[in-house]
């Protein structure tokens, strides 16, 4: 089998059953763009092939496992089930979160891994450590599945945030796969203005991307601008410090002729004293950036870390106004049901292995 993303594939088997190219378009425009069911994308295919492509052609890379919606707000979190193996915990899950806004527009936070090899010690998918990469046609799938379930509420994704499990820039050829066909007329024809791509800071990758995509915007994890604690928090930061790092974003902002987000998290006593942030005003000085400060959600695996009170964040939101930034106090949304910025996949991955295993010992990355 083959996947419907997989174009050379498709079009092998379009000239191989002489399908005209205007009814495989029309499966891909039922599928991509209009939300419909599986079915009704296939009926776009005469009678005498349709079942052949049904048998040759893979819909979805992932099964929808689970699906919890938010009490308090309008998140709703998808769990997913890979076709690959783990002889720890059999099919691998990753996790994809639906976000409605008060606004009326609704963002999709994707995954590009299953876990995270960047480990920051903040977020509960850096504790799983990497899995796997996703390929293309699973990135995309969260959002085929994410839009016919939407389209029952009359919903559609307008935003895609690659905010999910893993770092987007460790699995570059499948993000950049995946950008192609989102804005490929014929499949997505999204606009890639509204994509947003969130990195720990890869310079040399950060480049690359705004070499390629330019209209794609930006958010750099920064979370501290003190060497010392940002190593401290975000292992990776050992290997990109923070010069290189200033001059991609430089670099990145000047490409995109936009405003690169900086997301900030504010940690008691470790990020979010009067000295961190005049070490960021420092740092950002002369940046086209805006600063978006992130409370902490806070993760079984981190203990001995704790969010900033409310005093706190607004005096360190008022110093950087002051400096001249453009400045957000985000408050994610889905706490209560585990999705929100940090909380991806570690519960889970948890009570897998405590169902699959009872006497198994979860082990902590350190």
């Known amino acids: 089998m083959f996947s419907i993303h997989d174009l050379p594939a498709v079009e092998a088997w379009r000239r191989r059953h002489r399908v005209d190219t205007y009814l495989v378009r029309r499966v891909w425009n039922l599928l991509c763009k209009k939300q419909q069911s599986d079915e009704a994308a296939a009926g776009e295919l005469p009678t005498e092939v349709r079942a052949d492509f049904l048998r040759q052609v893979q819909f979805h890379a992932l099964e929808l496992e689970s699906r919890h919606d938010s009490a308090r707000d309008g998140a709703t979190k998808l769990i997913f089930r890979t076709a690959g193996k783990s002889p720890e915990t059999g099919d691998l899950r990753l996790e994809t979160v639906i976000l409605r806004m ?3 527009r609704t963002a999709l936070c994707l995954s590009t891994q299953v876990g995270c090899a960047a480990r920051c010690d903040f977020c509960a998918t850096g504790k799983m450590a ?4 996703l390929s293309p046609p699973e990135i995309l799938d969260q959002l ?4 016919q379930l ?3 509420q009359g919903r559609s994704v307008r935003n895609l945030v690659f905010m999910g499990m893993g770092e987007p820039f460790h699995n570059e050829e499948s993000l950049y796969a995946a950008l192609d066909l989102l804005a490929d007329p014929a499949v997505f024809h999204l606009n890639l203005r509204r994509v947003l791509i969130s990195t720990v800071g890869i310079p040399a990758a950060m480049v690359r991307c705004a070499q390629r995509y330019p209209e794609v915007r930006m958010a750099v ?3 501290s601008a003190r060497q010392e604690v940002r190593e401290q928090i975000m292992p990776i930061a050992r290997r990109h410090d923070l010069v ?7 670099e990145v902002a000047a490409r995109s002729g936009r405003l690169v987000m900086i997301e900030y998290l504010l940690l008691h006593e470790l990020t979010d004293r009067a000295v961190d942030a005049q070490a960021l005003v420092d740092y950002l000085q002369g940046l086209p950036v805006h600063i978006n400060l992130i409370p ?5 695996d981190a203990p001995h870390l704790a969010g900033s009170d409310r005093g706190r964040r607004e005096e360190f939101s008022r110093r950087c106004k002051a400096a001249g930034f453009p400045v957000t106090t985000r408050y994610s ?3 209560d049901i585990a999705a929100a910025c940090g909380q991806l996949a570690r519960e889970e991955h948890r009570r897998r292995v405590a169902i699959s295993n009872p006497t198994a010992t979860v082990a902590v990355s350190p």
Do not use: F, W
């Open 102 to 104: 008060t606004t009326g």
């Open 296 to 300: 902490y959600n806070s993760i079984a």
């Open 333 to 335: 949304l889905g706490a």
């Open 144 to 147: 085929v599945q994410a839009n």
């Open 130 to 133: 990497v899995t796997r990469d």
């Open 221 to 223: 994890s920064l979370h």
């Open 244 to 250: 290189a790092l200033r001059a991609a974003i430089a």
């Open 150 to 152: 939407l389209a029952a």
